[in-house]
């Protein structure tokens, strides 16, 4: 018997915790948390620990494929390497000779490995790189942008040292970051505060010293009056406030009218409950953590939920602090120096974004680096501002990621080219063109990859076993087509060629990731001093680019719509045995959890004669949706139904996910329309269903 240990990066969400797997016999025994990396206790989630049911399902794409039928009718021919990459090679060739390099888009589902990715789209020659984030944290991201000038990135958690944590539209428990959960934990034994405000009472909120439940999307209500209780008691961080908040002033006159009272009609939360929530939050300043949400395309004011969340925290001087929100290193704050980005090996396209990030009007405030990828969608089918023919959709599955699936393939309609390099099968690969098979992140090696934080570090995943199929890296997928296309730096045979281009004078070399899988750039934390890239040089409350964009930075509270009175507001959040719907036909964790629930509110369900378990069919406004289990509760709002999203699936060759649940998205007519010009997000939860007892 032979064994081994690898060093690995665990793929199976995008947090891509430090992982150790176990190989016996050239098989994978096991995967844990990388024993070296102190905040996982060697462990990762069950996700994490299911990663072998992913590597050993037959039931993923085995080698390339081409479409013979058309898009979306599931008749495939297996293809060689060769030929698939010689097909997408000639294809984009054709498209680039016709309409320039800009006609492609490419879209990424984002992560520590992104700069791959961005390297080949620049590459190319186009400026049409996105994330997937329109559907998860954008208005997070531009939040911290208009509020302190960097992204929500360069802020760590710092959980471990906090005195109070509050979770708003943030379900830590599973929605998971197992750092995060064991840092909350060891908090909470040492003594920290929990507050939980949700419109369902989650896992976190059972463990809460403070739960609100609150009318959904009333969130900003809940939080322009805490800012009043801050204000008007002068619980806020004097000194602070005095030296780092510009335009303390207006706020102060602007939240007057926002009361606890206020806001106890409006979210349902007891006014005196709030106030003596805020007290004992302001008591453990600067040590507390308002966590600003991470899965926020909600509604059409989520944007400013999360701007007052940051705000909040810098009035508690938060910002910079130990056990707040301290400022992240990267290499550089550290004395070091960080990686060679592959992306600056190319220069700068010169076409504009196709989806006007940075650019276009009331779009000059968008972080232009990864884009708006649904209002790329958009410029593929009006052609504005140039012609979009090729789509590579790399790691995302937006027909599963954004509401309105159909709506979203009449969008690409005018493609000629559409390719998804995946390692699962998903809704968007099946209506592809060419699929190319991608290794499981246990068949394969990645780039180098830093992390920021008050320890920044370098890590590398390494193989830690042969592909079982005819599927290949990242990597290897990218300098086939980089040969191809004649992109330099990138056509590459081996990966430690790339890792000795990115570590060029960092002083770190491949070996160095032998002991433990990472590196670290410095012994110990560093809380580094406050310094802000805003035009100011403090934090905003008012941003100039906000309001050159025409979005208010302080606008009036408005009531969410009100939910029709035999209707529900949609409502939607993780489980945490799935990650978003590509694990739902794991083997491993198919079992954990077959399929998702209606959460509905015992008085509503009363009236509509459903028990609990009872068979429902849940309906949009258009008719959309499917059948599933009831789940009758007394802890979720009764305006509101909530479902874990992922599951609902359809596909043939997914045998057990295939029929079992529904599929939120379904549920969202023209739900693409609908973003928020602050923060751009989509507005996911600006739908109403119907919900009925169906016959067995
Ligand atoms: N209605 C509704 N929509 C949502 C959400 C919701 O709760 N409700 N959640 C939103 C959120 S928070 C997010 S982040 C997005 C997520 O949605 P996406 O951005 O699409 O991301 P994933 O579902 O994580 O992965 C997409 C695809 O990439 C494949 N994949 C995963 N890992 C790898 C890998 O390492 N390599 C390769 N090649 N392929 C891989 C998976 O098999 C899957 O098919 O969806 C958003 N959309
Ligand atoms: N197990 C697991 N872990 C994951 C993922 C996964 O798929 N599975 N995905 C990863 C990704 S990509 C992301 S983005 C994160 C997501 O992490 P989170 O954003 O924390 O997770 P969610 O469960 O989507 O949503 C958080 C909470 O918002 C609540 N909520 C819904 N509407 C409202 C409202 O109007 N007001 C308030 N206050 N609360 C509301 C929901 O009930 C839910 O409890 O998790 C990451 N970790
Ligand atoms: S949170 Fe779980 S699934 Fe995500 S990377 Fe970490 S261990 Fe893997
Ligand atoms: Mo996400």
């Known amino acids: 018997m032979e064994s081994k240990q690898v060093f690995s990066v665990c793929g199976m969400c995008s947090v891509r915790c430090p992982a150790a797997v176990d190989v016996v016999d050239g098989r994978v025994a096991g995967v844990f948390g990388n024993p070296h990396a102190a905040g996982l206790k060697g462990s990762l989630c069950a996700r994490g620990a299911a990663g072998p049911g992913l590597l050993y399902d037959?039931?993923?794409p085995q080698t390339p494929m081409i479409r013979t039928g058309e898009r979306g009718e599931g008749k495939w021919r297996a293809a060689t390497w060769d030929e698939a990459?010689?097909?997408?090679?000639?294809?984009?060739?054709?498209?680039?000779?016709?309409?320039?390099?800009?006609?492609?888009?490419?879209?990424?589902?984002?992560?520590?490995?992104?700069?791959?990715?961005?390297?080949?789209?620049?590459?190319?020659?186009?400026?049409?790189?996105?994330?997937?984030?329109?559907?998860?944290?954008?208005?997070?991201?531009?939040?911290?942008?208009?509020?302190?000038?960097?992204?929500?990135?360069?802020?760590?958690?710092?959980l471990k040292n906090a005195r109070h944590v509050v979770l708003q539209t943030r379900n830590i428990l599973e929605g998971i970051n197992v750092k995060e959960v064991n840092d909350l934990l060891d908090a909470r034994d040492a003594g920290c505060k929990?507050?939980?405000?949700?419109?369902?009472?989650?896992?976190?909120?059972?463990?809460?010293?403070?739960?609100?439940?609150?009318?959904?999307?009333?969130?900003?209500?809940?939080?322009?009056?805490?800012?009043?209780?801050?204000?008007?008691?002068?619980?806020?961080?004097?000194?602070?406030?005095?030296?780092?908040?510009?335009?303390?002033?207006?706020?102060?006159?602007?939240?007057?009218?926002?009361?606890?009272e206020f806001a106890e009609k409006e979210t349902g939360a007891n006014a005196e409950a709030l106030r003596a929530f805020v007290r004992q939050f302001a008591k453990a300043a600067p040590s507390v953590i308002w966590h600003p949400g991470w899965m926020v395309s909600r509604y059409g004011d989520s944007f400013h939920v999360c701007r007052t969340a940051y705000i909040i925290n810098a009035l508690m001087g938060a910002i910079g602090a130990k056990g707040g929100l301290p400022l992240s290193?990267?290499?550089?704050?550290?004395?070091?120096?960080?990686?060679?980005?592959?992306?600056?090996?190319?220069?700068?396209?010169?076409?504009?974004?196709?989806?006007?990030?940075?650019?276009?009007?009331?779009?000059?405030?968008?972080?232009?680096?990864?884009?708006?990828?649904?209002?790329?969608?958009?410029?593929?089918?009006?052609?504005?501002?140039?012609?979009?023919?090729?789509?590579?959709?790399?790691?995302?599955?937006?027909?599963?990621?954004?509401?309105?699936?159909?709506?979203?393939?009449?969008?690409?309609?005018?493609?000629?080219?559409?390719?998804?390099?995946?390692?699962?099968?998903?809704?968007?690969?099946?209506f592809a063109d060419v699929v190319l098979p991608m290794s499981t992140y246990l068949e394969r090696e990645s780039l180098v990859a830093g992390k920021g934080g008050l320890k920044p570090q370098f890590f590398l995943r390494q193989r830690a076993v042969a592909p079982r199929f005819d599927t290949k890296a990242d990597w290897e997928i990218y300098a086939g087509l980089a040969k191809r296309l004649g992109i330099a730096h990138l056509a590459v045979?081996?990966?430690?060629?790339?890792?000795?281009?990115?570590?060029e004078g960092t002083g770190v070399s491949v070996a160095d990731f032998a002991a433990k899988g990472f590196v670290e750039l410095a012994a110990k934390p560093t809380y580094k001093p406050l310094a802000f890239k805003t035009p100011s040089g403090k934090i905003e409350i008012l941003s100039e680019k906000l309001d050159k964009a025409g979005v208010p930075s302080l606008p009036p509270y408005a009531s969410p719509a009100k939910t029709p009175k035999d209707r529900f507001r949609i409502t939607f959040g993780r489980c945490g045995v799935h990650t978003q719907g590509h694990t739902v036909n794991n083997p491993l964790l198919f079992e954990l959890m077959p399929e998702n629930v209606l959460w509905l509110h015992t008085s509503r369900a009363k009236a509509l004669g459903i028990h609990d378990k009872d068979l429902v069919e849940v309906s949009s406004t258009r008719g959309e949706g499917g059948r599933l289990r009831a789940f009758v509760t007394d802890f979720i709002h009764p305006e509101a139904v909530f479902m874990v999203h992922g599951f609902g699936h359809t596909l043939p060759v997914e045998s057990r996910a295939k029929g079992r649940g529904v599929s939120d998205n379904d549920l969202m007519p023209d739900g693409l329309d609908n973003w928020d010009k602050g923060g751009a997000g989509i507005c996911m939860q600006e739908h109403f269903v119907s919900v009925r007892r169906v016959a067995e």
């Not at 080949?120 to 944290?137: K, L, Q």
């Not at 968008?366 to 009006?382: M, Q, T």
């Not at 954004?402 to 699962?424: I, R, S």
Request: glycine share 6%; hydrophobic share 40%; net charge neutral.
């Open 58 to 60: 037959d039931e993923r």
């Open 194 to 260: 929990l507050t939980v405000i949700d419109i369902r009472a989650n896992i976190p909120g059972a463990k809460a010293d403070h739960f609100f439940l609150i009318r959904p999307g009333t969130d900003y209500a809940f939080n322009l009056a805490v800012i009043n209780v801050i204000v008007t008691e002068k619980l806020y961080a004097r000194k602070f406030v005095k030296e780092w908040v510009k335009d303390f002033d207006l706020l102060k006159e602007f939240i007057a009218p926002y009361t606890p």
């Open 493 to 503: 045979d081996r990966p430690e060629e790339l890792w000795e281009l990115q570590l």
């Open 329 to 430: 290193c990267k290499a550089g704050d550290v004395g070091r120096k960080g990686l060679k980005q592959l992306v600056e090996l190319f220069p700068k396209p010169e076409a504009k974004r196709a989806d006007g990030a940075g650019w276009a009007e009331g779009r000059t405030h968008f972080d232009a680096g990864p884009g708006l990828v649904n209002l790329a969608f958009e410029a593929i089918a009006s052609e504005k501002p140039y012609p979009i023919r090729a789509y590579i959709a790399h790691r995302h599955d937006p027909l599963m990621a954004f509401p309105d699936p159909e709506a979203v393939k009449k969008l690409w309609a005018k493609l000629e080219l559409m390719v998804a390099v995946t390692f699962t099968w998903s809704d968007t690969a099946w």
């Open 85 to 158: 990459l010689d097909y997408v090679a000639d294809k984009l060739k054709a498209i680039r000779a016709e309409h320039g390099p800009e006609a492609l888009l490419f879209s990424d589902r984002g992560g520590p490995y992104m700069d791959l990715s961005k390297a080949f789209v620049r590459g190319f020659g186009s400026p049409n790189y996105c994330n997937h984030d329109t559907a998860c944290a954008r208005n997070v991201q531009h939040a911290c942008l208009s509020v302190f000038g960097c992204g929500r990135k360069e802020l760590v958690y710092d």
